[in-house]
């Protein structure tokens, strides 16, 4: 009985670390997406902010 209960802990730890795992990659994913999609964007608007505080004199 108590080898038993040894096996089903180490199948639900590796289960564990499995979904873990799966849900990184899907984190990678999205990320990966939301920075194709909208980092030109992004890089657009920090180069206007940058013109405008070069004409502003900040910079």
């Given at each position: 009985?108590?080898?038993?209960s ?5 199948d ?37 902010l ?10």
């Amino acid at each position: 009985m108590g080898d038993r209960s040894l096996e089903t802990a180490a199948d639900q730890r590796g289960a564990s670390a499995t979904e873990y795992g799966l849900l990184v990659i899907f984190i990678a994913i999205a990320i990966t997406v939301g920075v194709g999609l909208f980092g030109g964007a992004v890089n657009d608007l920090f180069d206007r902010l940058v013109t405008d505080l070069q004409g502003a004199g900040v910079l």
